[in-house]
């Protein structure tokens, strides 16, 4: 029964996100403040890997996503790559980093961990704002360009435009989104959990603990790389201050307000942040005031999350009792 | 040189005693109630926000302004415990959440009351000066020094000789044994925040002066404070202060050195180098299993 | 009769509106009015809203025989390059406006340049200064303020013919701080000997660290790239440490609320770099300086001037293009324009980028200003 309500759920989403540009025709802000969020969504993944499945909150994450898109950003602008190239050159340089930081790293319990992450998005937020000649520094990097378009037959391709970009964005977070569900279902994701929920007995059961979290976090990594390439491909600019303290904190708010531990936590998480203010645009000031609410009642009363608070309510009305094991 | 050493000895010290302030309010939330409180920062901003209030408004006398925003500050702190933070002992994450929105909530308050502008307050020990050989430090400087060191005492005489800090040092090393003694925990917890509170609402009525009062100005001394509970020792109030001085007087030395624009790095490379080498910190205790 | 009436009646009711038919035209403006920038930020604000005032209360601007009058759509950006971006894109493409100006962060300005090019909506940046911004081939950016190559060029003309070597420099570690140390390094000769840089985070006010580090290299004189909030704070701690050095600072530090946060004293001799000297003998200027104080009970700054400058330049391209929206056209109009403003008389080049006039002042001893630059239009004590 579960099985058949994901999947309805999923091919839900995929329909609606593949016909947006149809839908939204008209309206290419809206598919505008869609792209945004689904380019935040993709970091999201990357640390619902981290935190939902594995157990580590990394406060410094959007510290790899500069690097990618640092990265991807001066292989298009200043070396002419191209796209595909140029992104796995950026989701390895992202993820490798993530794998020099993990290993000296990952042997720190839940609170040492989280702050280290910190320091270490500090001090990768100073770089590319102090290392004027290679980041453009504090004034950005400007005139970064977008994929170049192909033609297939008579059928030209472009990602100049909104809705032309949007789709690009929808199938590299669709493909993200992909992997995430491979790797939680897999045996790989499973042995997650167990050091998720109890390292010692999963170590004890022959999983070994710091090899899969340092798989995880190099993953993990790699994949917020792909999305800070995404978003400065989109913005055609980069700045320092996308990839600051502050934003590494809104990932992690996305991940808990959409539900941790959930394949489309993200995805809620990234377009109720994302989106919502944009809409609510009214408000302006009152609706951090009113985001910051949201928060607090969240943590109190409801840490799953918008995920988890719709599980429990489907839970109640479909008269099951609420079972002890829910992650997928 | 010498004096370039000795002005960025009393700096550091000064700025140091402002971060011992957090530190210590940090890391008592923390032995006690095992909750790492992030909104530190803003309710530091907060405290230099009601002095400025009580000083233009209430009373024109700077040290009243002082008292009366770290008693605001308190009642605020018992608020927070009982309303929000409780119930999320020992769940970091919910806990970061929390802290997030309180931020967001406390900041943006911030701006809507009072604007987004800076706000200055000229108090009479920030504009009498002291002079030293050819440097120049403000009255504020060993103003600071001196409240700090004064608090210091006083949280130390409190948590050793009287039976309200010793009911706080029996929760913090173990809260079922001190409820066994007859120790009512909930009350020790708000006591705690209040005190804890209070010290950071201290901390920004004191630096407000000196620099300039903005719905930013807690966010850095937050951070610094965290590296030092970390560095002294996560439970650790000895810690928290050698943590709290040394990482201002370690920042303000290494400018001499380094370039200012990497003063941040330095402190959070010391921080992972700690970490990564002591992760139980100066004065912690080492646990077992916990590493 | 009824019917007449009535008919008569219809009638007037259908040409009395059109007689008095008052369109608006609305603006789009992209600004930073919370977070550590907002005080520059409401000075670009005021700019743009006493324009508008003004014009409006003129009755209003006339195309081909009909009156408009402006409304301004603000959006917050907050200095943030997406929130720049969905700003540009929402005014675009939900307010449909036909020109956006403003933008405080030179970062957010390249995110938000090629929405303006894709939704031809032409963007007249106002207040930032890196020069990269219009060298990126955008026929629908133009710049109407001084980016910091022309900006610098003035000073270190000063700062060559002075005795200030070594040169220490305080900055922003931002795109205006950073930005402006990088543009004088380039421009001074190999053999300057440029001492100390000190970086400081937009908020941070302790200069502690910089002055242990100024008094150490002996420099003789401190270009301060910051805003007047963290200037007044520097120059009276540098001062008050005994440091007697000659200041060098930016655009708003040659202002008398300047001179309220500190003293004549600690700025005697200090120069600064200007948009327009509030108290030159200009009129454009004077009558500027008068209504900006009857509207806003304070003193003017450049970033409002230039903002100022910036609608007056929009409607003029409006009118030459004969259309109020048409992105295209006005874009053609915008790049043909000649406008005499507060800052000078503004056109722009093929980069999109005008030259207005940058003036040095120099504060005299008894707290008021005098103008050295440009050598034309040099004024003693009480003209700058």
């Given amino acids: 029964m579960r099985l058949s309500y994901s999947l309805i759920v999923t091919v839900a989403i995929l329909a609606f996100g593949a016909l947006a540009p149809v839908i939204f025709r008209t309206q290419p802000y809206v598919l505008y403040v869609l792209t945004l969020a689904l380019c935040y969504a993709i970091p999201v993944v990357g640390v619902n890997l981290l935190y939902g499945y594995t157990g580590l909150v990394s406060l410094g994450h959007m510290g790899f996503a500069g690097i990618g898109a640092y990265t991807t950003a001066l292989l298009m602008k200043s070396a002419g790559m191209p796209f595909l190239p140029a992104l796995l050159i950026g989701a390895i340089a992202s993820g490798g980093v993530g794998l020099l930081v993990g290993i000296p790293c990952l042997r720190l319990r839940s609170h040492f961990f989280i702050v280290v992450t910190l320091a270490v998005g500090m001090i990768l937020y100073t770089l590319f704002n102090n290392l ?47 992997l995430q569900a491979l790797l939680v279902r897999s045996d790989f994701g499973r042995s997650l959990s167990s050091v998720r929920q109890d390292e010692a007995l999963a170590s004890a059961r022959g999983v070994n603990v710091f090899a ?19 978003k400065v491909l989109f913005l055609r600019a980069a700045a320092p201050l996308s990839f600051e303290l502050q934003e590494s904190i809104n990932l992690i708010v996305m991940l808990i307000v959409g539900g941790a531990g959930y394949l489309i936590g993200p995805l809620v998480g990234a377009i109720g942040f994302i989106a919502l203010p944009e809409f609510l645009r009214a408000a302006a000031e009152l609706r951090l005031v009113f985001f910051g609410f949201v928060l607090l009642v969240v943590a109190r009363f409801a840490p799953r999350g918008i995920c988890g608070t719709v599980e429990l309510l489907f839970r109640k009305l479909s008269g099951k009792d609420a079972s002890v094991v829910r992650h997928s | 040189m010498a004096t370039a050493i000795f002005e960025q000895l009393i700096n550091g010290a000064m700025m140091g005693s402002i971060y011992v302030l957090m530190a210590l309010g940090m890391v008592l939330i923390f032995g006690v109630m095992q909750v790492l409180n992030f909104a530190h920062g803003v309710l530091f901003m907060i405290g230099g926000y009601f002095a400025h209030l009580f000083f233009f408004h209430v009373t024109g006398s700077y040290p009243l302004s002082v008292i009366f925003s770290m008693l605001s500050l308190a009642l605020i702190g018992i608020v927070l415990e009982r309303a929000i933070f409780r119930a999320l002992r020992q769940n970091l994450p919910m806990q970061i959440v929390a802290s997030l929105g309180l931020i967001l909530i406390i900041q943006n308050g911030v701006i809507q009351l009072w604007g987004p502008a800076a706000l200055q307050m000229r108090t009479s020990s920030v504009s009498s000066l002291v002079k030293i050989g050819q440097l120049s430090f403000t ?43 007859g120790i009512n925990p909930n009350r020790v917890y708000s006591i705690t925040f209040a005190i804890a509170c209070a010290l950071a609402g201290a901390g920004g009525a004191l630096l407000g002066p000196l620099f300039l009062i903005f719905p930013q100005m807690g966010d850095g001394p937050m951070l610094k404070a965290l590296s030092a509970i970390i560095i002294g020792g996560m439970g650790s109030v000895p810690g928290a202060i050698i943590g709290g001085l040394g990482i201002g007087i370690i920042e303000s030395l290494s400018t001499l050195a380094i370039p200012t624009d990497y003063r941040d790095t330095v402190v959070f490379a010391i921080l992972i180098l700690m970490l990564l080498l002591r992760p139980w910190g100066l004065f912690g205790v080492r646990v077992r299993g916990e590493y | 009769m009824r019917k007449l009436v009535l ?72 200095c943030s390059a997406s929130e720049g971006a969905a700003a540009m894109q929402r005014l675009a493409s939900v307010d449909q406006v036909s020109i956006v100006l403003g933008e405080l962060c030179s970062p ?51 700062i060559r013919s002075v005795d200030a070597e070594p040169l220490a420099f305080i900055a922003w570690n931002n795109d205006a701080g950073r930005g402006g140390v990088n543009s004088v390094k380039a421009l001074l000769p190999k053999d300057f000997k440029t001492g100390y840089v000190g970086y400081f985070n937009v908020g941070e006010v302790d200069f502690s660290s910089h002055i242990t580090n100024i008094r150490n290299s002996g420099a003789k004189a401190v270009m301060l790239l910051m805003d007047e909030e963290p200037g007044a704070l520097a120059i009276r701690q540098i001062r008050d440490a005994g440091l007697n050095v000659q200041f060098i600072g930016t655009l708003a530090m040659g202002s008398n609320r300047f001179l309220k946060a500190l003293n004549a004293k600690y700025l005697d001799g200090m120069v600064q770099y200007s948009a327009f000297p509030p108290n030159a003998p200009i009129d454009r200027i004077k009558k500027f300086n008068e209504n900006y104080r009857n509207k806003f009970h304070e003193e003017s700054h450049g970033f409002a001037a230039q903002s100022y400058d910036a609608v007056y330049v929009a409607v003029e391209a409006m009118k030459a293009a004969g259309k109020v929206s048409g992105g295209a056209a006005i874009r053609d109009a915008l790049s043909k324009v000649t406008f005499d403003g507060v800052i000078g008389k503004i056109s722009f080049d093929k980069k999109g980028q005008a030259s207005p006039p940058v003036y040095i002042t120099q504060w005299c001893n008894d707290g008021t200003r005098k103008v050295i630059f440009p050598k034309d239009m040099a004024a003693g004590c009480g003209a700058g």
């Fill in chain 2, 139 to 181: 009255v504020q400087h060993f103003v600071i020094i001196a409240v700090v060191a004064a608090a210091v005492v006083t949280l130390y005489l409190f948590l050793m000789r009287t039976r309200l800090g010793t009911a706080m040092r029996a929760t913090s090393q173990h809260p079922e044994a001190a409820v066994v003694v």
């Fill in chain 1, 212 to 230: 899969h979290k340092l798989t995880a976090f190099a993953l993990s990594a790699a994949i917020a790389g792909v999305g800070g390439a995404m």
């Fill in chain 3, 7 to 78: 008919s008569a009646v219809c009638a007037v009711a259908l040409i009395a509106p059109a007689a008095y038919a008052q369109e608006i035209v609305t603006i789009g403006i992209v600004t930073a009015q919370t977070g550590p920038l907002a005080a520059p930020g409401k000075f670009q604000m005021n700019g743009f809203n006493l324009a508008v005032d003004q014009i409006n209360k003129d009755g209003g601007f006339d195309i081909a025989g009909k009156k408009y009058k402006l409304a301004l759509k603000v959006y917050d950006t907050h």
């Fill in chain 1, 132 to 178: 004027d000649s290679i980041t453009g520094g504090a004034e950005g990097l400007p005139g970064i360009p977008r994929p170049q378009g192909f033609s297939l037959g008579s059928w030209n391709v472009e990602f100049r435009s909104v809705s032309g970009f949007y789709t690009l964005t929808f199938i590299i977070t669709a493909l993200v989104f992909g």
């Fill in chain 3, 108 to 158: 957010v300005v390249s995110a938000e340049a090629p929405l303006a090019q894709d939704e031809k909506v032409p963007l007249i940046i106002t207040v930032p200064t890196a020069p990269d911004l219009t060298e990126q081939n955008n026929p629908y950016l133009f710049r109407i303020n001084a980016h910091n190559g022309q900006l610098t060029k003035a000073l270190v003309d000063y």
